[in-house]
Nanobody, 114 residues
Framework: QVQLSESGGGLVQVGGSLRLSCAVS????????MGWFRQRPGQEREFVAA???????FYADSVKGRFTISRDSAKNTADLQMNSLKPEDTAVYYC????????WGQGTQVTVSS
C-alpha cells in the first residue's frame, strides 16, 4: 500500500521560512512526478509545485522565486523549501505523486502570521 506522509508544517512569521518534507512508502517513485498542492481557507485545492523524474520543476506563479521543490529518489522523498512566506501562503499543504496525481498525503498545516 502506497502512503505519502508530510511533515514540517507549523506557524511562522511573515518573511520566514519553512521546509516541508514528503516521505513515500510502499512504492518507489523515482520514475514518477511528485508535487505539492495547497488548500487555503475557503478555497479549492491548488497546484503549488511539481518535479519530474528528470528533475525538471514547475511552479505556480504565486510562489515562483520563493519556493523550491526538490527530490531525493534514493530516499523516496520530496521537499518543498518555502522562503519569504506571506499570510496568503497560509494553507494545508498536500504532497502528491504519480501520473496522474494518484497518491495523496493527509496534509500539513502552514500558518503565516503577521
Amino acid at each position: 500500500q502506497v502512503q505519502l506522509s508530510e511533515s514540517g508544517g507549523g506557524l511562522v512569521q511573515v518573511g520566514g521560512s519553512l521546509r516541508l518534507s514528503c516521505a513515500v512508502s510502499g512504492r518507489t517513485f523515482s520514475a514518477h512526478r511528485m508535487g505539492w498542492f495547497r488548500q487555503r481557507p475557503g478555497q479549492e485545492r491548488e497546484f503549488v509545485a511539481a518535479i519530474r523524474s528528470s528533475g525538471r520543476s514547475f511552479y505556480a506563479d504565486s510562489v515562483k522565486g520563493r519556493f523550491t521543490i526538490s527530490r531525493d529518489s534514493a530516499k523516496n522523498t520530496a521537499d518543498l523549501q518555502m522562503n519569504s512566506l506571506k499570510p496568503e501562503d497560509t494553507a494545508v499543504y498536500y504532497c502528491a505523486g504519480g501520473d496522474p496525481w494518484t497518491y495523496w498525503g493527509q496534509g500539513t498545516q502552514v500558518t503565516v502570521s503577521s
